[in-house]
Protein backbone atom coordinates (compact mmCIF):
# COMPACT_ATOMS: atom_id res chain seq x y z
CA UNK A 1 0.00 0.00 0.00
CA UNK A 2 1.52 3.06 -1.35
CA UNK A 3 0.23 7.03 -0.08
CA UNK A 4 2.83 8.95 -2.39
CA UNK A 5 1.09 11.33 -4.79
CA UNK A 6 2.81 11.13 -7.91
CA UNK A 7 0.99 12.20 -11.38
CA UNK A 8 -0.41 9.10 -11.97
CA UNK A 9 -2.23 8.98 -8.53
CA UNK A 10 -2.99 12.53 -9.00
CA UNK A 11 -5.01 11.11 -12.32
CA UNK A 12 -6.48 8.21 -10.78
CA UNK A 13 -7.76 10.27 -8.38
CA UNK A 14 -9.38 12.12 -10.75
CA UNK A 15 -11.14 9.50 -11.99
CA UNK A 16 -12.23 7.58 -9.90
CA UNK A 17 -14.21 10.88 -7.81
CA UNK A 18 -15.43 11.83 -11.54
CA UNK A 19 -16.51 8.34 -13.36
CA UNK A 20 -15.98 5.89 -10.70
CA UNK A 21 -17.04 5.13 -7.20
CA UNK A 22 -15.25 6.35 -4.03
CA UNK A 23 -15.51 5.17 -0.30
CA UNK A 24 -14.31 7.68 2.54
CA UNK A 25 -13.94 5.92 5.94
CA UNK A 26 -13.20 6.46 9.38
CA UNK A 27 -12.74 4.77 12.61
CA UNK A 28 -12.70 5.54 16.15
CA UNK A 29 -11.17 3.30 18.54
CA UNK A 30 -10.33 1.78 22.17
CA UNK A 31 -6.56 3.69 21.80
CA UNK A 32 -4.03 3.60 19.18
CA UNK A 33 -1.84 0.16 20.19
CA UNK A 34 -1.98 -3.07 18.38
CA UNK A 35 -3.84 -4.40 21.29
CA UNK A 36 -6.79 -1.81 20.56
CA UNK A 37 -9.83 -2.11 18.56
CA UNK A 38 -12.67 -0.61 16.31
CA UNK A 39 -15.50 1.07 18.67
CA UNK A 40 -16.85 2.85 15.72
CA UNK A 41 -16.73 2.30 11.77
CA UNK A 42 -18.44 4.70 9.26
CA UNK A 43 -18.20 4.88 5.34
CA UNK A 44 -19.48 7.22 2.90
CA UNK A 45 -20.27 5.48 -0.58
CA UNK A 46 -19.37 8.55 -3.55
CA UNK A 47 -20.53 7.36 -7.22
CA UNK A 48 -19.30 9.62 -9.84
CA UNK A 49 -18.79 12.33 -7.54
CA UNK A 50 -22.25 12.18 -5.72
CA UNK A 51 -23.12 11.08 -2.35
CA UNK A 52 -24.96 8.21 -2.81
CA UNK A 53 -24.64 6.13 1.02
CA UNK A 54 -23.27 5.83 4.27
CA UNK A 55 -22.32 3.30 6.70
CA UNK A 56 -22.26 3.80 10.40
CA UNK A 57 -21.82 0.78 13.28
CA UNK A 58 -20.97 0.74 16.57
CA UNK A 59 -18.60 -2.43 17.50
CA UNK A 60 -18.48 -4.32 20.80
CA UNK A 61 -14.81 -4.51 21.66
CA UNK A 62 -13.33 -7.25 23.95
CA UNK A 63 -10.58 -4.57 25.63
CA UNK A 64 -11.23 -1.78 27.62
CA UNK A 65 -11.46 1.85 26.23
CA UNK A 66 -8.58 3.74 27.32
CA UNK A 67 -9.82 7.23 29.01
CA UNK A 68 -7.05 9.47 26.94
CA UNK A 69 -9.54 7.74 24.03
CA UNK A 70 -12.98 8.02 25.15
CA UNK A 71 -11.72 11.94 26.20
CA UNK A 72 -11.74 12.16 22.31
CA UNK A 73 -14.59 10.61 20.61
CA UNK A 74 -16.90 10.49 24.02
CA UNK A 75 -17.70 6.80 23.28
CA UNK A 76 -18.38 4.71 26.60
CA UNK A 77 -18.35 0.88 26.93
CA UNK A 78 -22.53 0.98 28.89
CA UNK A 79 -23.14 2.82 25.13
CA UNK A 80 -21.45 0.18 23.27
CA UNK A 81 -22.79 -2.51 25.10
CA UNK A 82 -26.73 -1.19 24.60
CA UNK A 83 -25.59 0.08 20.48
CA UNK A 84 -23.13 -1.98 19.11
CA UNK A 85 -23.04 -5.12 17.30
CA UNK A 86 -20.40 -8.10 17.21
CA UNK A 87 -16.74 -7.25 15.09
CA UNK A 88 -17.06 -10.07 12.95
CA UNK A 89 -20.58 -9.25 11.81
CA UNK A 90 -19.43 -5.28 11.43
CA UNK A 91 -15.86 -6.40 9.18
CA UNK A 92 -18.21 -8.26 7.51
CA UNK A 93 -20.97 -5.20 6.89
CA UNK A 94 -18.56 -3.14 6.22
CA UNK A 95 -16.15 -5.28 3.79
CA UNK A 96 -19.46 -5.98 2.19
CA UNK A 97 -19.89 -1.71 1.49
CA UNK A 98 -16.51 -1.55 0.25
CA UNK A 99 -16.62 -3.77 -2.65
CA UNK A 100 -14.08 -3.35 -5.48
CA UNK A 101 -13.12 -1.64 -8.16
CA UNK A 102 -13.17 1.09 -5.90
CA UNK A 103 -10.47 4.09 -4.42
CA UNK A 104 -10.60 3.85 -0.49
CA UNK A 105 -9.76 7.12 1.00
CA UNK A 106 -9.84 8.30 4.92
CA UNK A 107 -7.41 11.11 6.23
CA UNK A 108 -4.56 9.38 7.42
CA UNK A 109 -5.60 6.09 5.93
CA UNK A 110 -2.27 4.20 7.56
CA UNK A 111 -3.67 4.42 11.00
CA UNK A 112 -7.54 3.48 9.80
CA UNK A 113 -6.28 0.75 7.94
CA UNK A 114 -3.93 -0.98 10.50
CA UNK A 115 -6.66 -0.76 12.95
CA UNK A 116 -9.01 -3.07 10.15
CA UNK A 117 -6.12 -5.30 9.91
CA UNK A 118 -5.70 -5.68 13.93
CA UNK A 119 -9.54 -6.13 14.49
CA UNK A 120 -9.18 -8.70 11.64
CA UNK A 121 -6.77 -10.63 13.12
CA UNK A 122 -7.97 -10.86 16.42
CA UNK A 123 -11.24 -11.76 14.81
CA UNK A 124 -10.48 -13.92 12.26
CA UNK A 125 -11.78 -12.38 10.05
CA UNK A 126 -10.34 -12.10 6.19
CA UNK A 127 -10.31 -8.41 3.61
CA UNK A 128 -8.95 -9.67 0.09
CA UNK A 129 -9.38 -6.74 -1.73
CA UNK A 130 -10.14 -6.88 -5.51
CA UNK A 131 -8.82 -3.64 -7.48
CA UNK A 132 -8.60 -1.41 -4.41
CA UNK A 133 -6.41 1.49 -4.80
CA UNK A 134 -6.15 3.99 -1.42
CA UNK A 135 -5.49 7.56 -1.10
CA UNK A 136 -4.46 9.48 2.04
CA UNK A 137 -6.03 13.02 2.15
CA UNK A 138 -3.33 14.01 4.16
CA UNK A 139 -1.13 13.18 1.42
CA UNK A 140 -3.29 14.73 -1.18
CA UNK A 141 -3.74 18.01 0.68
CA UNK A 142 -0.13 18.24 0.96
CA UNK A 143 0.48 17.90 -3.01
CA UNK A 144 -2.68 19.96 -3.95
CA UNK A 145 -2.45 22.92 -1.12
CA UNK A 146 1.14 23.12 0.06
CA UNK A 147 2.50 25.00 2.60
CA UNK A 148 -0.21 25.18 5.05
CA UNK A 149 0.58 25.49 8.74
CA UNK A 150 -1.70 22.12 9.22
CA UNK A 151 -3.36 19.20 8.05
CA UNK A 152 -5.37 18.09 10.35
CA UNK A 153 -9.12 17.46 8.91
CA UNK A 154 -10.54 20.26 11.52
CA UNK A 155 -7.80 22.34 10.36
CA UNK A 156 -8.56 22.09 6.32
CA UNK A 157 -12.29 22.19 6.52
CA UNK A 158 -11.97 25.29 8.19
CA UNK A 159 -9.14 26.75 6.31
CA UNK A 160 -11.15 25.68 2.93
CA UNK A 161 -13.89 27.00 3.46
CA UNK A 162 -15.86 23.54 3.25
CA UNK A 163 -18.76 21.82 4.24
CA UNK A 164 -18.58 19.62 7.53
CA UNK A 165 -17.19 18.99 10.91
CA UNK A 166 -13.83 17.28 12.54
CA UNK A 167 -16.03 15.76 15.71
CA UNK A 168 -14.28 13.12 15.77
CA UNK A 169 -17.90 11.38 15.64
CA UNK A 170 -16.44 8.60 12.96
CA UNK A 171 -19.46 9.45 10.54
CA UNK A 172 -19.12 13.11 10.93
CA UNK A 173 -15.27 12.97 10.23
CA UNK A 174 -16.12 10.64 7.22
CA UNK A 175 -18.39 13.44 5.62
CA UNK A 176 -15.76 15.75 6.12
CA UNK A 177 -12.83 13.76 4.70
CA UNK A 178 -15.23 13.28 1.70
CA UNK A 179 -15.64 17.00 1.25
CA UNK A 180 -12.48 17.51 1.55
CA UNK A 181 -11.61 14.60 -1.06
CA UNK A 182 -13.72 16.40 -3.47
CA UNK A 183 -12.65 19.77 -2.82
CA UNK A 184 -8.69 18.41 -3.39
CA UNK A 185 -10.22 17.13 -6.60
CA UNK A 186 -12.00 20.04 -8.41
CA UNK A 187 -8.56 21.67 -7.07
CA UNK A 188 -6.11 19.19 -8.98
CA UNK A 189 -8.46 19.93 -11.77
CA UNK A 190 -7.68 23.91 -11.91
CA UNK A 191 -3.89 23.16 -11.53
CA UNK A 192 -3.58 20.09 -13.39
CA UNK A 193 -6.52 20.05 -16.22
CA UNK A 194 -5.41 16.68 -17.76
CA UNK A 195 -5.19 15.21 -14.13
CA UNK A 196 -7.92 13.17 -15.07
CA UNK A 197 -6.64 12.20 -18.94
CA UNK A 198 -4.84 8.79 -19.08
CA UNK A 199 -0.99 8.70 -18.67
Given at each position: ?134 CDTIAFAKK ?39 DLVRRCRQD ?8
Amino acid sequence: MTFRVTQEALRSYVRFAERGRVVVLDTETTGISRDDEIVQLAAAEYVCGRLERTLDLYLVPSCPIRPEAEAVHHITMPFLVEHGIRPTEALSRFFAFVGDDVLLVAHNIRFDFRMLQNDCRKYDCEYVPDDVSFCDTIAFAKKVVPGLDHYRLGFLIEALGLAGTNSHNALDDTLACGELFLDLVRRCRQDWPDAGTEP
